[in-house]
């Protein structure tokens, strides 16, 4: 069985040899870019190298990028455990030219590397091209033999790629892999394409226009390619399963899940075993990068999936911290490759175990008021604003947890009732800070009452809360 490590450096060594840099991958604290959450997409590290803003002493480079999805624009916290595909870490395998080589040969190569190295079935493969990029379907017919009914002509965004409303921009070309007809779903662009019978492998973006203003568009005088292929994704149709969580590190990861916890990954706590290997990861990943929990911006980010796979553990019966637990399998399986993991080992299980301790002081007591606030409510309720707020700000439940409880139920938050509860929160810190006096902005407000623990907190008045202060 081709194993990640083998599957990874097929593809680096394809892209080598064919005379492409190899680039290790860039830490996922994007560096110099305060707009950007994390790296979500190998090309993030050479944006300034497609601009031209920047140079570096090759022409064509491959990577394998640690991604992570889970906020901002790519958001696929809710996808994981209820997808084949989705992860909230993964590992983005790509090919760049920075104004060498085109559409052209980009195709050759991915169609080269999918079919001969990698050795998939020619039958078993579909692709997209942009619905005006006749030139991208005249080159699939040519160089992959592919008859017209498996070249899917889609107009969406979804086959136009831009960097931002101005900057390059370009069609992109998607190749799919059919995973077989005893599998619900749909090929590209048909009404139920969001099942896991056709699951996207590669995208290949042709960057070969500037978008000068809402209106103007030129086209570069050096066109790029930047491509993205998942590698659990690959990984999944070359070990022979369907799901990206049966691949062998998942597989491992879940076998520790289950022994840690005392329950199989089967039934109802399959999709619960999924979420915490994959929220291990990503947690992981991002504090060896240097994230610490906290909360605003990415550490508020980070604790929020921590608290998540947290939810899930409590689900499967867990009375103690387990996450913490689990950080020698996940070394174990990727260790070697990202020696980052390694180093970070003490600190990511003693952060974890921390953070799942405090959690589970009011994780108990906040899904028991979420139990009767939903007591009697059928599926297709709607949670108000104001309950959601309160487990927030008593029980520590960031909202997309509250919302990931409900989801089982089929119940959805009153979002923006939460939000206004929050406002009004706020107001009501600002208007006690002049009353009484106190200069701390309303940040420290939460900032304190974060250290004390959302429970004992009392607020500006408490005397727990001013003893901290
Ligand atoms: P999908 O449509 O399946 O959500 P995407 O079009 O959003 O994928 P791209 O932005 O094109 O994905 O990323 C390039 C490649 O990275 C994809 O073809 C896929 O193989 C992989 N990929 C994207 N998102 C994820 C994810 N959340 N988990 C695992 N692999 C992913
Ligand atoms: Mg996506
Ligand atoms: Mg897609
Ligand atoms: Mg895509």
Redesign the pocket.
């Known amino acids: 069985m081709a194993s990640l490590r083998d599957i990874r450096a097929t593809f680096l060594d394809y892209f080598g040899t064919n005379g492409h840099e190899i680039v290790p991958s860039s830490p996922l604290v994007p560096q110099d870019d305060p707009t950007l959450l994390f790296v979500?997409?190998?090309m993030v590290p050479f944006k300034n190298v497609f601009t031209g803003k920047e140079r570096r002493p090759y022409t064509c480079a491959t990577s394998s990028q640690k991604?992570v999805?889970a906020g901002g624009k790519?958001n696929?916290l809710d996808?994981?455990g209820y997808?084949a595909?989705?992860?909230?870490?993964?590992?983005?395998l790509?090919n760049f030219s920075f104004g060498d080589y085109f559409k052209e040969k980009a195709i050759h190569h991915a169609w080269e590397l999918v079919t001969k190295e990698y050795g998939l079935a020619a039958d078993r493969l579909l692709v997209t091209v942009y619905s005006e990029d006749e030139e991208a379907r005249v080159l699939w017919r040519k160089i992959a033999g592919l008859s017209d009914d498996r070249i899917i002509s889609i107009s969406t965004s979804?086959n136009f790629?831009s960097m931002g409303d101005t900057g390059p921009c370009g069609p992109?070309s998607?190749?799919f892999f059919d995973h077989g007809a005893d599998i619900p779903g749909g090929p590209p662009g048909s009404p139920d394409e969001d099942g896991d019978r056709f699951?996207?492998?590669?995208?290949l973006?042709f960057m070969q226009y500037e978008q000068l203003s809402p209106d103007e568009r030129v086209n570069l005088p050096k066109p790029s390619i930047d491509?993205?292929?998942?590698?659990?994704?690959?990984a999944a149709i070359l070990q022979g399963k369907h799901n990206?969580y049966e691949i062998d590190l998942f597989a491992n990861l879940i076998r520790a899940g289950e022994s840690v916890l005392g329950v199989k990954a089967e039934g109802t706590a399959l999709a619960s075993h999924r979420v915490i290997a994959d929220h291990l990861r990503s947690t992981c990943f991002l504090m060896a990068d240097g994230v610490s929990p906290s909360n605003e911006g990415r550490g508020y980010v980070l604790r929020r999936i921590m608290r998540r796979a947290m939810r899930h553990a409590h689900l499967l019966g867990a009375t103690e911290p387990v996450m913490w637990k689990l950080v020698e399998a996940l070394k174990v399986e990727m260790g070697e490759a990202y020696p980052e993991l390694v180093q970070a080992q003490p600190m990511l299980e003693d952060t974890l175990r921390m953070e799942e301790e405090r959690f589970q002081t009011t994780l108990g007591r906040g899904l028991g008021l979420l139990e009767e606030a939903t007591a009697g409510l059928s599926s297709g309720a709607v949670l108000p604003g104001d309950t959601a707020f309160k487990l927030y700000d008593t029980y520590g439940f960031p909202l997309d947890l509250t919302q990931d409880a409900l989801r089982a139920k089929g119940m959805t938050v009153d979002e923006a009732g939460f939000e206004t509860a929050m406002d009004k929160q706020r107001s009501d810190a600002r208007a006690s800070k002049f009353s009484s006096g106190q200069a701390a902005p309303a940040e420290v407000w939460f900032a304190v009452r974060d250290k004390a623990g959302a429970s004992k907190f009392l607020g500006y008045d408490g005397e727990e809360g001013r003893g901290k202060l």
């Open positions: 979500n997409a190998g991604c999805r790519h696929d996808n994981v997808t595909r989705h992860h909230t870490f993964f590992e983005m790509g979804d790629w992109c998607e190749i699951i996207e492998i590669w995208n973006v491509t993205g292929m998942g590698l659990e994704r690959i990206n």
